[in-house]
């Protein structure tokens, strides 16, 4: 697993390490928060829910952009002769790449189930209040 942290390229996997893990602590915050029923104000808990999902798309996002930047540094290398493009070297080199999109991918898809329990559950915890879907 470390392996494929250092391979999808330390910056953007540690970027979308942190933001995984802010997804977590909200989640936790929440669920703890609706444990001991100490919702104060259901639209700001709303907000602090809505986080979690625009959490997810960002780190969708960061994924995209890092493939993007390590496709350029690798076309920009091929172009001026740096480096010898053979077929093999090329899909390998793609194949790395693919490493901060899927990592970005399953914390989106990660983000937006817990964004639909957390949703429910603040539903379900305040009958009286009505969550717009947005």
Known sequence: MTELFFKGGPIFMGILTIIV????????VFFITVSFRKINNSEQTLRKINTVKSLGIFALIIGILGQLIGLFSAFRAIRFGEVEASPEIFVEGFKISMIP????????TFSIIL?????????SSCKSFKINQN
């Not at 899927?102 to 989106?108: A, E, K």
Request: proline share 0%; aromatic share 16%.
């Open 101 to 108: 999109t899927v990592y970005g991918i399953l914390i989106f």
């Open 21 to 28: 893990l802010i997804i977590l602590i909200i989640s936790v």
């Open 115 to 123: 964004w639909f329990l957390l949703k429910r559950v603040l539903k």
